[in-house]
């Protein structure tokens, strides 16, 4: 399991098992709290390129390889 702690305004970090392509990312909330959310069907390539990419923005990968792509699915 692979945690990313960059920094993010909405961000609060992602964790992302790359053999299963799966996510789960911690949202700061306007109360201090964190809430989680977990996807499935993550390219194993985006998640690949996240970890190899220490300065990526966490805002960018996450629009572009969760909310664009058709086939991440919310998972349990």
Not at 16 to 28: N, T
Not at 48 to 63: D, H, K, T
Request: with cysteine.
């Amino acid at each position: 399991m692979f945690v990313s702690t960059q920094s993010s305004s909405f961000i609060d970090y992602i964790c992302a098992d790359l053999l299963k392509g799966y996510v789960s990312v911690y949202f700061k909330t306007f109360n201090g709290n964190v809430e989680r959310y977990a996807y499935k069907n993550v390219s194993r390539r985006a998640i690949a390129n996240l970890m190899v990419q220490p300065n990526m923005s966490l805002g960018f990968w996450f629009n572009n390889n969760i909310i664009k792509p058709a086939r991440v699915q919310h998972a349990a």
